[in-house]
């Protein structure tokens, strides 16, 4: 199996609790918006539903060079053909996922304090989400926003302890704060509702992707 592509730019999490009917068509418009990465994240379905849903999805990003990964549900990525798994706190381990879906695909953590950011393991995770960032009404978060201070000290860790590893932003993350979440030391920003929620999903990607590409080059400079 060829390794999936792994694209932290503007990453997409989709699922029924945030897209009204079928995502796929969401997704598409998505993805020709400069979507680069996509995550469905269902609660609530059955796992055959997921699975189809998983199939389908994947179906239409084939091509497109933006790999498609499931949220918990190792099982799920591995009977849908899926480009990997997103791991929370209350998950498998990354270990467990590893050993169901091979060393060929993908394993992404969240990570939501320093402690976890430094228990992230090399070799085995492919990808970090650090969150939440800010408030958010996508999804229930115990933990209180970690800001953009909060970000910068992760990204930090993670700079220190994995050299290398990519790491994302998620959490309340839209067009006027992505810009500063990727001069906090991320490589891209993972989104909900600013693309889901958006009259028009295609033009939200593009207006996102255009103000993420720009604080890369800008982060880059500074750091040169």
Known sequence: MTRP?????????????????????????????????????????TTRAMVE??????????????????NDR???AAASGADGVHLGRDDLTPAQARAILGPDRIVGVTVKNPAEARAVEPGIVDYASVGGVFATESKVNPDAPIGLSGLRDMAAVLTAGVPGLPRCAIAGIDGSRAADV????????CVVSAITRAPDPHQAARDLRAIVDAAKRDHERALA
């Open 5 to 45: 592509s792994l694209d932290l730019t503007l990453y997409l999490i989709v699922g029924p609790s945030h897209v009204d009917g079928d995502p796929v068509p969401l997704v598409e418009d998505a993805v020709r918006g400069g979507v680069t990465l996509v995550q469905l994240r269902d609660k609530t379905s």
């Open 53 to 70: 849903t998983a199939r389908r999805l994947k179906a239409a990003l084939a091509g497109t060079g933006v790999s498609l990964l499931i």
């Open 74 to 76: 190792a099982d799920v």
């Open 182 to 189: 990727i001069a906090a030391g991320v490589d891209g920003i």
